[in-house]
Protein backbone atom coordinates (compact mmCIF):
# COMPACT_ATOMS: atom_id res chain seq x y z
CA UNK A 1 0.00 0.00 0.00
CA UNK A 2 2.35 2.54 0.90
CA UNK A 3 6.20 2.49 -0.24
CA UNK A 4 8.65 5.19 0.80
CA UNK A 5 12.68 5.16 -0.55
CA UNK A 6 15.15 7.44 0.89
CA UNK A 7 13.10 10.42 1.69
CA UNK A 8 14.89 13.37 2.41
CA UNK A 9 13.12 16.43 3.80
CA UNK A 10 14.68 19.77 4.67
CA UNK A 11 13.29 22.95 6.31
CA UNK A 12 15.71 26.36 7.10
CA UNK A 13 15.82 27.55 10.36
CA UNK A 14 15.69 30.29 11.88
CA UNK A 15 19.05 31.37 11.20
CA UNK A 16 18.70 30.34 7.64
CA UNK A 17 20.23 27.02 7.94
CA UNK A 18 18.70 23.81 6.27
CA UNK A 19 17.12 21.84 9.06
CA UNK A 20 17.00 18.01 7.60
CA UNK A 21 13.57 16.23 9.33
CA UNK A 22 13.58 13.29 6.92
CA UNK A 23 17.25 11.71 6.41
CA UNK A 24 16.69 8.81 3.72
CA UNK A 25 13.72 7.18 4.88
CA UNK A 26 12.12 4.42 4.23
CA UNK A 27 8.78 2.77 5.06
CA UNK A 28 6.78 -0.06 3.40
CA UNK A 29 2.99 -0.51 4.96
CA UNK A 30 0.57 -3.16 3.50
CA UNK A 31 -2.73 -3.38 2.97
CA UNK A 32 -4.89 -3.12 6.06
CA UNK A 33 -2.10 -2.60 8.50
CA UNK A 34 -2.47 0.12 11.49
CA UNK A 35 0.69 1.82 11.83
CA UNK A 36 1.89 4.03 14.44
CA UNK A 37 4.30 6.50 13.64
CA UNK A 38 5.68 7.99 17.70
CA UNK A 39 8.09 10.94 18.28
CA UNK A 40 8.20 14.12 20.21
CA UNK A 41 6.38 16.51 18.63
CA UNK A 42 8.65 18.64 16.11
CA UNK A 43 10.28 15.35 14.97
CA UNK A 44 8.79 15.21 11.91
CA UNK A 45 5.63 13.17 12.25
CA UNK A 46 3.63 15.68 10.12
CA UNK A 47 5.85 16.12 7.54
CA UNK A 48 6.12 12.40 6.87
CA UNK A 49 2.04 12.07 7.29
CA UNK A 50 2.25 14.66 4.49
CA UNK A 51 4.48 13.40 1.97
CA UNK A 52 2.80 10.46 2.17
CA UNK A 53 -0.61 11.99 1.71
CA UNK A 54 0.62 13.88 -1.22
CA UNK A 55 0.27 17.40 0.39
CA UNK A 56 4.11 18.00 0.53
CA UNK A 57 6.02 17.35 -2.75
CA UNK A 58 9.02 19.88 -1.85
CA UNK A 59 11.65 15.97 -0.95
CA UNK A 60 13.95 14.01 -2.95
CA UNK A 61 13.64 10.49 -2.73
CA UNK A 62 10.97 7.60 -3.69
CA UNK A 63 6.97 7.50 -2.76
CA UNK A 64 4.37 5.35 -4.02
CA UNK A 65 1.00 4.72 -2.19
CA UNK A 66 -1.67 2.63 -3.52
CA UNK A 67 0.21 1.58 -6.48
CA UNK A 68 0.51 5.39 -7.56
CA UNK A 69 3.83 6.73 -7.48
CA UNK A 70 3.77 10.70 -6.12
CA UNK A 71 7.31 11.59 -7.10
CA UNK A 72 6.73 13.74 -9.88
CA UNK A 73 2.81 14.48 -10.45
CA UNK A 74 1.39 17.59 -11.19
CA UNK A 75 -0.39 19.55 -8.49
CA UNK A 76 -3.72 18.41 -10.28
CA UNK A 77 -2.84 14.68 -11.08
CA UNK A 78 -1.94 14.96 -6.46
CA UNK A 79 -5.35 16.48 -6.18
CA UNK A 80 -6.63 13.71 -7.74
CA UNK A 81 -4.94 11.09 -6.27
CA UNK A 82 -6.10 12.59 -2.48
CA UNK A 83 -9.48 12.82 -3.36
CA UNK A 84 -9.66 9.31 -4.81
CA UNK A 85 -7.46 7.41 -2.86
CA UNK A 86 -6.49 8.89 0.96
CA UNK A 87 -8.80 10.33 3.86
CA UNK A 88 -7.27 12.93 6.63
CA UNK A 89 -8.07 12.76 10.14
CA UNK A 90 -6.58 15.71 11.95
CA UNK A 91 -6.42 16.34 15.85
CA UNK A 92 -8.28 19.66 15.27
CA UNK A 93 -11.26 18.21 13.67
CA UNK A 94 -11.64 21.23 10.91
CA UNK A 95 -15.20 21.06 10.64
CA UNK A 96 -16.90 24.35 9.51
CA UNK A 97 -18.78 25.77 12.24
CA UNK A 98 -21.83 26.96 10.40
CA UNK A 99 -22.32 23.58 8.65
CA UNK A 100 -24.21 20.54 10.15
CA UNK A 101 -22.31 17.06 10.35
CA UNK A 102 -24.00 15.77 7.58
CA UNK A 103 -23.24 18.80 5.22
CA UNK A 104 -19.31 18.62 6.83
CA UNK A 105 -18.95 14.97 5.97
CA UNK A 106 -20.05 15.63 2.41
CA UNK A 107 -17.51 18.57 1.74
CA UNK A 108 -15.27 16.39 -0.05
CA UNK A 109 -17.74 15.98 -2.80
CA UNK A 110 -17.66 19.83 -3.64
CA UNK A 111 -13.84 19.63 -4.03
CA UNK A 112 -13.27 16.22 -6.28
CA UNK A 113 -16.46 16.74 -8.76
CA UNK A 114 -18.41 13.86 -6.91
CA UNK A 115 -20.94 16.45 -6.86
CA UNK A 116 -21.35 16.22 -10.87
CA UNK A 117 -21.26 12.67 -10.98
CA UNK A 118 -23.58 11.87 -8.18
CA UNK A 119 -26.96 13.12 -7.44
CA UNK A 120 -27.65 15.22 -4.20
CA UNK A 121 -29.71 12.20 -2.79
CA UNK A 122 -26.62 9.73 -3.62
CA UNK A 123 -24.28 11.74 -1.57
CA UNK A 124 -26.67 12.54 1.13
CA UNK A 125 -27.09 8.38 1.77
CA UNK A 126 -23.26 8.30 1.94
CA UNK A 127 -22.92 10.89 4.03
CA UNK A 128 -25.48 9.37 6.51
CA UNK A 129 -24.00 6.03 6.23
CA UNK A 130 -20.58 7.59 6.88
CA UNK A 131 -22.26 8.54 10.16
CA UNK A 132 -23.95 5.88 11.28
CA UNK A 133 -20.48 3.92 10.78
CA UNK A 134 -19.21 6.30 13.62
CA UNK A 135 -22.24 6.05 15.74
CA UNK A 136 -23.82 9.43 14.82
CA UNK A 137 -26.71 8.64 12.74
CA UNK A 138 -28.88 10.87 15.11
CA UNK A 139 -26.75 13.74 15.07
CA UNK A 140 -26.87 14.77 11.41
CA UNK A 141 -28.08 17.98 11.99
CA UNK A 142 -26.20 19.29 15.03
CA UNK A 143 -23.32 21.62 13.92
CA UNK A 144 -19.67 21.41 15.94
CA UNK A 145 -20.44 23.78 18.87
CA UNK A 146 -23.54 21.21 19.66
CA UNK A 147 -21.15 18.34 19.79
CA UNK A 148 -18.48 16.96 22.18
CA UNK A 149 -14.78 17.02 20.81
CA UNK A 150 -15.13 12.89 20.79
CA UNK A 151 -17.78 13.55 18.57
CA UNK A 152 -16.71 16.14 16.19
CA UNK A 153 -13.51 13.60 15.79
CA UNK A 154 -16.36 11.25 15.20
CA UNK A 155 -17.72 13.50 12.50
CA UNK A 156 -14.09 14.01 10.78
CA UNK A 157 -13.75 10.38 10.91
CA UNK A 158 -16.99 10.02 9.01
CA UNK A 159 -15.84 12.83 6.46
CA UNK A 160 -12.34 10.67 5.71
CA UNK A 161 -14.63 7.31 5.15
CA UNK A 162 -16.86 9.82 2.98
CA UNK A 163 -14.77 9.72 -0.12
CA UNK A 164 -14.19 5.62 0.16
CA UNK A 165 -10.68 5.89 0.65
CA UNK A 166 -8.17 3.16 0.53
CA UNK A 167 -5.58 4.60 2.99
CA UNK A 168 -6.64 7.14 5.80
CA UNK A 169 -3.92 8.95 7.34
CA UNK A 170 -4.45 10.46 11.19
CA UNK A 171 -2.17 13.32 12.67
CA UNK A 172 -2.46 12.91 16.67
CA UNK A 173 -6.14 12.11 16.79
CA UNK A 174 -6.52 11.86 20.05
CA UNK A 175 -4.47 14.97 20.90
CA UNK A 176 -7.67 16.55 22.03
CA UNK A 177 -9.61 14.38 23.37
CA UNK A 178 -9.73 12.86 27.03
CA UNK A 179 -8.96 9.48 28.40
CA UNK A 180 -11.59 7.73 27.77
CA UNK A 181 -13.45 9.68 24.39
CA UNK A 182 -9.67 9.00 23.22
CA UNK A 183 -9.98 5.16 23.70
CA UNK A 184 -13.43 4.94 22.09
CA UNK A 185 -11.20 6.71 18.58
CA UNK A 186 -8.89 4.05 18.90
CA UNK A 187 -11.44 1.38 19.46
CA UNK A 188 -13.06 2.41 16.23
CA UNK A 189 -9.70 2.48 13.98
CA UNK A 190 -8.98 -1.02 15.22
CA UNK A 191 -12.35 -1.80 14.03
CA UNK A 192 -11.48 -0.35 10.83
CA UNK A 193 -8.75 -2.11 10.40
CA UNK A 194 -9.52 -5.48 11.62
CA UNK A 195 -12.78 -5.63 10.26
CA UNK A 196 -12.88 -3.54 7.51
CA UNK A 197 -9.43 -3.72 6.44
CA UNK A 198 -8.87 -0.24 6.08
CA UNK A 199 -5.20 0.97 6.13
CA UNK A 200 -4.30 3.61 8.63
CA UNK A 201 -1.23 5.32 9.40
CA UNK A 202 -1.47 7.12 12.79
CA UNK A 203 1.09 9.67 14.20
CA UNK A 204 1.31 10.52 17.79
CA UNK A 205 3.51 11.16 20.68
CA UNK A 206 0.50 8.86 23.02
CA UNK A 207 1.45 5.77 24.29
CA UNK A 208 -2.04 4.35 24.60
CA UNK A 209 -2.64 4.86 20.48
CA UNK A 210 0.98 3.11 19.81
CA UNK A 211 -0.32 0.08 22.34
CA UNK A 212 -3.28 -0.45 20.44
CA UNK A 213 -1.39 -0.62 16.73
CA UNK A 214 -0.40 -3.44 14.88
CA UNK A 215 3.07 -1.92 14.23
CA UNK A 216 5.05 0.79 15.75
CA UNK A 217 7.47 2.70 14.05
CA UNK A 218 9.69 5.40 15.59
CA UNK A 219 11.13 8.53 13.59
CA UNK A 220 14.35 9.46 15.25
CA UNK A 221 17.12 11.73 13.67
CA UNK A 222 15.02 11.29 10.27
CA UNK A 223 14.40 7.63 9.73
CA UNK A 224 12.20 5.16 11.06
CA UNK A 225 13.21 2.42 13.62
CA UNK A 226 11.18 -0.53 14.83
CA UNK A 227 9.55 1.38 18.04
CA UNK A 228 9.93 -1.82 20.47
CA UNK A 229 13.60 -3.16 18.94
CA UNK A 230 15.58 -0.15 17.74
CA UNK A 231 15.56 -2.20 14.30
CA UNK A 232 15.54 -0.46 10.73
CA UNK A 233 11.59 -0.24 10.08
CA UNK A 234 10.94 -2.76 7.38
Known amino acids: ?35 AIVGPSGCGKSTLLNVIGGLDTDYTGEVEVAGQRLTGLSDKALAAFRNRTVGFVFQSFNLLAPLNALENVMLPSFFGGAAASEGQQELEARARAALDRVGLAGKAKRRPPELSGGERQRVAIARALFGRPRLILCDEPTGNLDAKTGAEVIDFFLRLSQEDRQTLVVVTHEERVSKAAGRVLRLREGQLIDGREGAAAP
Open 1 to 35: MISLRGVRKRYPDAEGAMLEVLSGADLSVAEGELV
